[in-house]
């Protein structure tokens, strides 16, 4: 068995990243020993020559694909070896190719399939005259077949001999990898998706309303429209096809390359017209059936990967949102009917307290509401009012805003929070163990009030795809999104440390080198033998070795332990360098950390030795500066106009203040404090072209929006970032009597309602967008987005 050195592997991965083969090398070579990325990136920047992280995820991945690929060109050697048909030639193709498409191309002819009408034909003696009429076209097809006709194989005349032999011809023109590589990426190119509703399927599936006629160039789809008309035709609502190029009445483009591949031409002979019939048969019946279902796969891929980037990339800036910090939290998680669940947490997250106030209706006590949180707020020392952002949010936000009224001496802030995904958390295995004993509906409130305190710490308790900020994320590859969603959340983690005596069993599991049952041990022997108050300390942790203790030591912080150093994001193996810093400056750990002069009165270069280059040293004496620093962004809030609390409160023109809930590939969607977020298009967001909505906002922004067109009945608001643009008429919003504008055909235009992301709540439906309007055009265009990622819990 030959396998390519790794070293071809790294060789092409340097040559995509444009980087060296030994930083490669480097790289692969701590990632199969175990090293994670956030390791790699921190703390051996000397070894990879300064690779980022998204450098080293990059190389993560294609090492992952190429390795594949090599499995797979390793079985296909072996499998063709045994079937005696390994030419050198061969051999020499099939180790050049250098994706998986284009492996299985060289593949197909000699992958084991079951009889087929080529192989009935070939044992019926047929390929003879399937070679002399694709060699000799001067000789008339039905008096060569004659030759042929053996009752005993199953050939009963000559036309039964020209079928074989055009069974084996088509098997032949289909497998030629060459041909089909060169078709597969015409027809990419030229090529269009086209969707049809089924009869009878328009009233179920209003949804898609806009795919009911429809047809796009592959080129120009893109991922949110291309996983819409999927679902629809999932939900069989629509019928596709994948149409190679406009449709023609006579022979198309793509027979002619397969004919002049295989020098077949009408010259009058005998049998051009029979060869051109059975290209043609290739064709419609083998050939495009075949990149049909490589495009559609390619389709989905490109489709999948951009969805993941955006769940990804709204991720990362969910989870690094400001924190509130160790301040105590008042969490509300509203309800009307069973009442709005009250929790209070201390400055570590600690539960304190926990109610049920009933201030809507059906039982509007409100004065006796008010009451029990002023209470609460002034026995615990409340700072924060956490609100989460489901039903009756805003109704529980007015009560906050009159307990805050009414005193002011309890100094309070009320902060709108998104729930997102609060019930999957309470409804947890790990909820239960937490908070053990405790009712289901309030462990929700716990959540709301800690989310606002640490939204990292609180949540990585969450399962990523149910926090809402994704797109189609349920037609998705679980495999892909759960590796890439992994991936996002190993890397904020780490990037912002994590306190080992406070962090949750979830939180020090995200930790480098860190498993969920080693999390365990250490909250257990934590729980037993008291906080730990060293780095050092960790050794003694059931099953923490000496690799894990080496991948996750400097990502761990030990608040007022016994080495200052423990807090801050210095590496215990670099310890000596800091020792060496300390005695050159003259002074103390303690001293010399945050002392700015001291510290940048020391000369990198000096500190350099075998072990610690100029990077690590470089990276020692800014954490020094500012030891253990977080890295999120400063917290504040945003302030939701009074008397604007629903849909019908909204006109246009309005400016309103907001929170960006999720960013999307067409635009961002904002929460102004009506229940239903608005949309702001990607057209609208600058006065220049946007092409990355994400390069304007992220999730977790507070911006001011204005309010363009408000259309009730299907709850949908079109915002805009630029406060100048000009607002549609009162009398024009809804829908109603607006002139055809421009615009791409309605055929050709995808639409847009995004509900609130979050535990299961109600979900959004697609229907008609309003005739002609500025947020119709902004709909039309959006594509459609996950309906399963409701707004609130309901």
Known sequence: MTTPLVGSIEGRIAEELGVRERQVKAAVDLLDSGSTV?????????????????????????????RELEERRTAVLDSVREQGKLTDELEARIRGAETKARLE????????????????????????????????PAVEPLAAAAAFVDADKGVDDPQAALDGARAILTERFSEDADLIGELRERMWVRGRLAAKVRDGKEEAGAKFADYFDFA????????????????????????????????????????????????????GRPADKWLADTVRWAWRTRILVHLGIDLRLRLRTAAEDEAVNVFAANLRDLLLAAPAGTRTTLGLDPGFRTGVKVAVVDATGKVVATDVIYPHVPQNKWDESLAKLARLAKEHTV?????????????????AGELIGKHPELKLTKVMVSEAGASVYSASAFASQELPGMDVSLRGAVSIARRLQDPLAELVKIDPKSIGVGQYQHDLSEVKLSRSLDAVVEDCVNGVGVDVNTASTPLLARVSGISSGLAENIVAHRDANGPFRSRTALKEVARLGPKAYEQCAGFLRIREGDDPLDASSVHPEAYPVVRRMVKTAGSEVASLIGNTGALRSLKPADFVDETFGLPTVTDILKELEKPGRDPRPAFKTATFKEGVEKISDLSSGMVLEGVVTNVAAFGAFVD?????????????????????????????????VKVLEVDIPRK???????????????????????????????????????????????????????????????????GLVDPKGGRGRG
């Open 38 to 66: 956030p390791f790699i990136a921190r703390y051996r920047k000397e070894a990879t020559e300064m690779l980022d992280d998204a450098q080293l995820r990059t190389i993560e991945e294609r090492l992952r694909y190429l």
């Open 105 to 136: 191309d060289i593949y197909l002819p000699f992958k084991p399939k079951r009889r087929t009408k080529a192989q009935i034909a070939r044992e019926a003696g047929l390929e003879p005259l399937a070679e002399g009429l694709l060699s000799d």
């Open 216 to 267: 796009e160039p592959f080129t120009e789809l893109p991922s949110h429209r291309i996983l819409a008309i999927l679902r629809g035709e999932k939900e069989e609502v629509l019928d596709l096809v994948l149409e190679p190029e406009e449709p023609t009445d006579g022979p198309t483009s793509y027979e002619g390359l397969v004919a002049n591949r295989f020098g077949i031409a009408d010259r």
């Open 383 to 399: 700072e924060l009012i956490a609100i989460g952002n489901g039903t009756a949010s805003r109704e529980t936000d007015k009560l």
């Open 672 to 704: 102004i404090g009506v229940h239903q977020d608005g949309l702001v298009h990607v057209s609208a967001m600058s006065k220049t072209f946007v092409k990355d909505p994400r390069d304007v906002v992220k999730p977790g922004d507070i911006v001011k």
């Open 716 to 782: 949908r608001i079109s915002l805009t970032l630029r406060l100048d643009d000009e607002a549609a008429p009162q009398g024009q919003q809804q829908g109603g009597g607006r002139p055809q504008r421009g615009g791409r055909p309605p055929q050709q235009r995808g639409q847009q309602r995004q509900g609130r992301g979050g535990g299961g709540g109600g979900g959004s439906r697609q229907a008609p967008p309003p005739a002609n309007s500025a947020m119709a055009d902004a709909l039309r265009r959006a």
